[in-house]
């Protein structure tokens, strides 16, 4: 059976929720009456909800561990396209849960993924000892195209794997994945998101998220093999990042920099990275303001509330609270801006979103549709296939799910990692 969880909603806990009420507005985040009225989150709900989606992640991969990767739950109808880095990230959430309560049925299902990774789409990259993750699988109109972001999560999905199961994947194919990487890097830390066999890195596209997902591979392979190479390369791209957006007005949502960064900050000593910690948190912390300033709190659309997207999809949502929640594991315990009061309130009202869009019963339980479907009267309704159920809607709010359970909800409420 799966843990079940008792609730902590001790004398601190409840003042640090009036708190937030108090500080939301320094950070120019502006709070509604519906979110103020947000309710308490409790283990057994949070609980289910998590059980929900690892089952529903566990019977989509079949015996071959490829998942069903888009699904109408109205006809039962499957999409015949695929993503391998959303892939690699359903792998990624299964080894969380996992990790945090261990599931043989999670472990089976991400192995089985893991080989249909290797075997159909990881092949040798542009030199002999370098190997890529590709846009398509080998024997299939290959197109020569791999993507940045698909060998960096890949890395963290098949790591995940050797952790679990050691002696599973092979050391020297994670270190062949980490020298792709690097050969994509640049002199000053940032990296080309893709490369084509017939004209090397390409130079006219730069993915959002690609980066912090390399980031996250590089730290990932350095826990396994401890080569403090793949550690310097994660210290320069994140510095990059950090020092590139310093001075810019608006930040972009990249929670991706945000997971990465609360892996790699326990490890900041070795990197020799370029900027400084605090350049880190600066970068963290305008990420983060960035992030919240998105989020609807209004209590006129009730069916929106917690939500960070006006049409009430479900991805964006569950993508900022990941980030989110990544960011509470290193931000300064000892905050006097309010910033961590914001969070905490910000991924309540979230997480609460995300609960009530998630399938509950029928066969497609536990899924998460592409979008909540709304209720309230003379408002534009979501696209017609915002009902379907894809694996990157459903990994995204198992890892949201996951993460809030270990921050509020465990013995101590203790984050993973301390800075």
Not at 35 to 52: G, V, Y
Not at 108 to 130: C, H, I, K, T, W
Not at 285 to 291: Q, V, W
Request: aromatic share 8%; net charge neutral.
């Amino acid at each position: 059976m799966r843990c079940q969880i008792k609730p902590r909603w001790g004398v601190a806990t409840l003042c640090l929720i009036v708190m937030s009420f108090a500080f939301g507005r320094l950070l120019g985040v502006e709070h509604g009456a519906g979110s103020e009225q947000t309710p308490p989150i409790s283990a057994s709900t949070l609980s289910r909800a998590i059980d929900l989606s690892a089952v529903y992640l566990e019977r989509a991969c079949d015996a071959r561990g490829r998942f069903a990767y888009r699904v109408d739950p109205t006809s039962g109808r499957e999409s015949h396209s695929y993503n391998i880095i959303r892939h690699a990230g359903a792998i990624y959430s299964l080894a969380m849960l996992n990790r945090f309560q261990p599931d043989q049925k999670a472990a089976d299902a991400m192995v089985r993924a893991g080989s249909f990774l290797q075997n159909r789409y990881l092949n040798a990259g542009p030199g002999e000892d370098m190997f890529a993750v590709w846009s398509k699988p080998a024997g299939v109109g290959l197109a020569g195209v791999a993507d940045l972001g698909a060998t960096g999560l890949g890395i963290v999905a098949l790591t995940s794997i050797q952790r679990a199961k050691p002696n599973e994947i092979p050391v020297s194919e994670l270190e062949a994945m980490g020298r792709f990487l690097t050969f994509l890097q640049k002199s000053d830390g940032s990296f080309y998101s893709k490369y084509r066999v017939d004209t090397g890195p390409v130079k006219s596209w730069q993915s959002l998220y690609f980066p912090g997902e390399a980031i996250l591979g590089l730290v990932s392979l350095y826990e396994v093999d401890h080569n403090r190479q793949w550690l310097v390369a994660a210290g320069k791209g994140l510095s990059f990042l950090a020092k590139s957006r310093a001075a810019t007005q608006e930040v972009p949502p990249d929670h991706w920099a945000l997971i990465a960064s609360a892996e790699f900050l326990p490890f900041y000593e070795q990197s020799e990275c370029p900027a400084t910690r605090e350049e880190l948190l600066r970068h963290a912390i305008l990420i983060c303001r960035s992030l919240l300033a998105g989020q609807i709190t209004s209590a006129t659309e009730p069916d929106l509330d917690g939500s960070f997207n006006p049409d009430g999809r479900t991805a964006p949502t569950a993508t900022r609270l990941e980030g989110l929640l990544a960011a509470l594991e290193f931000l300064p315990k000892n905050d006097s801006s309010g910033l961590r009061a914001a969070i905490d309130k910000a991924v309540q009202s979230g997480i609460n979103f995300l609960l009530r869009a998630q399938i509950k019963s029928g066969q497609y339980a536990g899924g998460m549709p592409g979008a909540i479907p709304r209720e309230d009267a003379g408002v534009k309704q979501p696209e017609p296939r915002s009902s379907d159920v894809r694996i990157d809607y459903v990994q995204h709010a198992l890892c949201a799910f996951l993460r809030y359970q270990q921050m509020f909800l465990t013995a101590g409420g203790q984050p993973a990692h301390s800075p």
